[in-house]
């Protein structure tokens, strides 16, 4: 058991960490510091926000709005395509220099983490968390908050308090004065349409749900309603998970229109590979089973596996054989989704080269490098196959998809 448990969270994580690594490549502008946001192809009309700077925010533009809606808002707002290449890496090193104060890591979102200590007074807790924010900006060049408390849902609303750059506690004899009198939606778990059944119950404060019928939340909010009940509380027995070992990784989307010819749908299936294969190099594994998942326009759903007799981390592999997978399987009806996955992963280390494995693939697993690397440097989009060229259709489909990592869970 822990008895100090620490929330780090990056402050405007996808635009902090690619502030970061323009500095590195030695760029001369600061994102941060002029009106600029992270956001896909503004081409698209489906572009939209996903982080702002705070120069941004003072025109208003919110996270989540469209880029179309945020450009009228700001004429000069400067749009930096996203890199998930760097936000993963800078995930993972932020993950590994925590490591280095406590084996207690669980990471919660590619942004946010919580570590715990085993035998820390407070005051030493505070401390220490100061120490760790500080030496994070010295070391990677962006800030981070620190909640901290004796459990995850008290140290994530302690985090949550002040931002940027803060360390804040919240222990259980600071919870009527620091987390009561706030909003019940910025509770952990209290969503908006929670907000709206609690607001009606006459509860608005996270003090009130605190103090509210117990009976009434349980019966028609069910564990739901038990579980915030407990978090306006300060209740959380949950406990560190540790990572989950990856058994499949996968993307899929939902199209803008219903496809029905097989030449656009080919296309869709490689940029849904394009990631997937991405994430697979990237978590420096390798599969042995290729997938693919078809729902038609009246919303009836095959998916179709294939085991091959090696294992691969190649796009042009992986794309081939799902692409074979679908030709097989599609019976022509018109597609709303597609999606891909690959599955029975192995670590990169223990791969053997097979007699069944196609000598071109090899010099397609060195192109396979040199694109990450392009894309690392230069932005997903920065380099794209000629397939996508004249399409209407994004080259790389899906993005880090928050579903890995696990939440907590406690529900008394
Ligand atoms: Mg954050």
């Not at 620490?6 to 690619?18: C, E, G, K, P, R």
């Not at 993950?95 to 715990?116: H, K, W």
């Not at 490098?369 to 392009?374: C, E, H």
Request: with cysteine; net charge neutral.
């Amino acid at each position: 058991m822990s008895n100090i448990v620490m929330h780090i969270d990056v402050n405007s994580a996808f635009l902090a960490w690619t502030a970061a690594y323009e500095e590195q490549l030695g760029r001369e502008r600061d994102i941060r510091e002029v009106p600029a946001v992270i956001g896909g192809n503004e081409e698209n009309r489906h572009g939209i926000v996903l982080a702002r700077s705070i120069p941004a925010k003072k025109y208003k533009i919110q996270t989540g709005m469209s880029l179309m809606e945020a450009r009228q808002l700001c004429p000069n707002l400067l749009v930096v395509p996203p890199n998930y290449q760097v936000y993963v890496r800078a995930s993972k090193a932020l993950r590994e220099y925590l490591n280095t104060y406590t084996p207690i890591v669980e990471v919660f979102s590619i942004d946010e983490c919580f570590i715990g200590f085993t035998d820390l007074s407070r005051d030493e807790g505070v401390k220490l968390a100061h120490k760790i924010k500080d030496s994070i900006k010295e070391k990677f060049g962006y800030t981070v908050n620190i909640g901290v408390s004796t459990n995850k849902l008290l140290a994530k609303m302690a985090g949550d308090l002040e931002k940027p750059d803060k360390c804040h506690t919240c222990f259980s004899e600071e919870i009527e004065e620091k987390l009561w009198p706030l909003p019940v939606e910025e509770l952990f778990m209290v969503g908006r349409k929670t907000k709206h059944k609690l607001n009606r119950w006459g509860i608005y404060t996270i003090g009130d749900l605190a103090r509210a019928d117990y009976r009434l939340l349980h019966r028609f909010l069910g564990a739901h309603g038990r579980m915030i009940y407990a978090y306006a509380n300060g209740i959380d027995s949950s406990t560190f998970q540790p990572a989950p070992p990856m058994k499949s990784v996968g993307n899929s989307s939902t199209l803008k229109y219903d496809v029905t010819d097989r030449d656009t749908a080919h296309a869709i299936i490689l940029s849904l590979v394009e990631m997937t294969a991405w994430r697979l190099r990237e978590g420096e594994m390798m599969c042995k089973v290729v997938r693919v998942g078809i729902k038609d326009k009246d919303f009836n759903y095959i998916s179709r596996q294939k085991k091959l007799p090696y294992f691969t981390d190649c796009t042009k592999d992986i794309y081939k054989n799902i692409r074979d997978l679908f030709d097989k399987h599609w019976d022509g009806r018109p597609i709303r989704q597609l999606g891909v996955s690959v599955a029975d992963l192995e670590r990169t280390q223990f791969k053997q080269l097979s007699m069944f494995q196609d000598r071109n693939m090899l010099n397609n697993e060195k192109l396979d490098k040199v694109i990450d690397s392009i894309r690392e440097k230069y932005g997903d989009t920065s380099i794209i196959r000629g397939v996508f060229a004249n399409r209407d259709i994004s080259p790389i489909l899906g993005g880090y998809p928050d579903d890995e990592y696990p939440g907590m869970t406690s529900i008394l």
